[in-house]
């Protein structure tokens, strides 16, 4: 008997874990099919896909208000097919805003639902544990210290580690990301990440810019790179670089390459998100920083549990980095930031350490773990 399952993927990071996750289902049941919301990654994998993963990208609470009776039609939709064809689970990856919804209807009707990658219930919004112990089977984390949330609320966990400590390598090879650069080994390399999202590297890209300014003042010799990851980004920050009269400054654009840019990198200038998690995997001192709508930060803030923002923070228990935002985010004070990781070889060393330990931690072989705590519902298991 052929085993079908369901799966909903949100935006390109999930549809790329998805992937290695249906690749290594696979590898136990090689003839199990799966259908539902992904991409072009999980398409490769052989997965039916009813709707592109692009619908559910959805930025802030704006367009989330305005997408509702779309993404609603879609998501009952997508509901009723699984109710049809009664797959052997269903696995929601990310999207949490969508896909926990669906987790408690198939629930519901009898099939396992598993969610793959927990909300960040530790960060904020912690009373959404009543509605994921409702929705789902088992919650697979990312983060070790998740699991234990998840138990003392009597949701079936699995921790499967973190798929970037997967992929990247535990010493980066910063000669080899000089050379692809064209960077000589003797400059010295600040990496700048004001975001993938347009909103974002409009909130950043003149603090950079005038980061920038500040640090070359003190040192003319050094480099600036930013990665930008689409035309639309690239041209938002070339417009701040006319405005602030700075084309001239040594300040490379690059389209993608952010990882080779923080691996080149002395220090790095970088937005909170995946991107620092990023950082701490290729041991690069950091600053980080963000910048948001005034209303929408004193939101969040108040809704906030913990004193820092940062992944490499958050998962080291410590201000490992320093974390400037909104209001504190001044060029003077980033400027002054990154110098001070830039004049201190002995702190860049015990940081790259600890940040050594924490990518040992997070490095599990995330995909075949979280297939190999899927497969006991795959056999009609309770939901």
């Known amino acids: 008997m052929t085993i079908r399952i369901a799966m909903v993927a949100g935006e390109a990071s999930g549809d790329l874990l998805a992937s290695h996750l249906i690749r290594a289902i696979r590898q136990h049941l090689p003839d199990a099919q799966f259908f539902g919301i992904g991409g072009p990654k999980m398409q490769a994998e052989g997965f039916d896909v009813r709707w592109p993963c692009e619908l559910l990208a959805v930025h802030g609470y704006v367009d989330a208000l305005k997408r509702y009776r779309e993404l609603s039609g879609i998501r009952r939709s997508l509901l009723a097919q699984i109710r049809k064809e009664r797959p052997a689970a269903f696995i929601g990856v990310d999207a949490p805003d969508f896909n926990l919804w669906?987790?408690?209807?198939?629930?519901?009707?009898?099939?396992?639902?598993?969610?793959?990658?927990?909300?960040?219930?530790?960060?904020?919004?912690?009373?959404?544990?009543?509605?994921?112990?409702?929705?789902?089977?088992?919650?697979?984390?990312?983060?070790?210290?998740?699991s234990e949330l998840y138990e003392r609320a009597g949701v079936p966990v699995s921790y499967v580690g973190h798929p970037l400590a997967d992929v990247f390598p535990l010493c980066p090879d910063r000669a080899a990301a000089r050379a692809l650069l064209g960077l000589g080994h003797d400059r010295r390399v600040v990496a700048m990440l004001p975001g993938s999202r347009q909103s974002e590297v409009r909130n950043l890209a003149d603090t950079y810019?005038?980061?920038?300014?500040?640090?070359?003042?003190?040192?003319?010799?050094?480099?600036?790179?930013v990665p930008l990851a689409t035309r639309e980004t690239r041209a938002i920050f070339e417009e701040a670089l006319h405005r602030k009269q700075a084309t001239e400054l040594p300040i490379r654009m690059l389209f993608g390459h952010a990882v080779e840019a923080m691996t080149a990198a002395d220090?790095?200038?970088?937005?909170?998100?995946?991107?620092?998690?990023?950082?701490?995997?290729?041991?690069?001192?950091?600053?980080?920083?963000?910048?948001?709508?005034?209303?929408?930060?004193?939101?969040?803030?108040?809704?906030?549990y913990l004193p820092w923002v940062g992944l490499p923070n958050i998962l080291c228990n410590e201000s490992l980095v320093p974390e400037l935002l909104q209001d504190e985010a001044t060029p003077d004070r980033?400027?002054?930031?990154?110098?001070?990781?830039?004049?201190?070889?002995?702190?860049?060393?015990?940081?790259?350490?600890?940040?050594?330990?924490?990518?040992?931690?997070?490095?599990?072989?995330?995909?075949?773990k979280a297939a190999e705590a899927i497969l006991p519902y795959l056999g009609g298991g309770a939901a």
């Open 102 to 146: 669906l987790e408690g209807k198939t629930k519901e009707a009898g099939i396992p639902a598993i969610h793959f990658v927990s909300p960040s219930i530790w960060a904020w919004r912690g009373g959404r544990i009543k509605r994921i112990a409702r929705s789902v089977s088992r919650m697979l984390c990312l983060f070790p210290f998740e």
């Open 334 to 368: 980033l400027a002054a930031a990154l110098e001070d990781w830039l004049g201190d070889a002995d702190r860049c060393a015990a940081l790259e350490f600890r940040f050594t330990e924490l990518h040992l931690a997070l490095r599990q072989d995330t995909a075949q």
């Open 267 to 304: 220090a790095v200038l970088v937005a909170s998100g995946t991107a620092s998690l990023e950082a701490a995997l290729l041991k690069r001192p950091m600053v980080i920083t963000y910048r948001i709508g005034d209303w929408q930060y004193r939101l969040m803030k108040r809704m906030a």
């Open 209 to 225: 810019i005038a980061t920038a300014c500040r640090m070359l003042e003190r040192d003319p010799a050094l480099v600036f790179l």
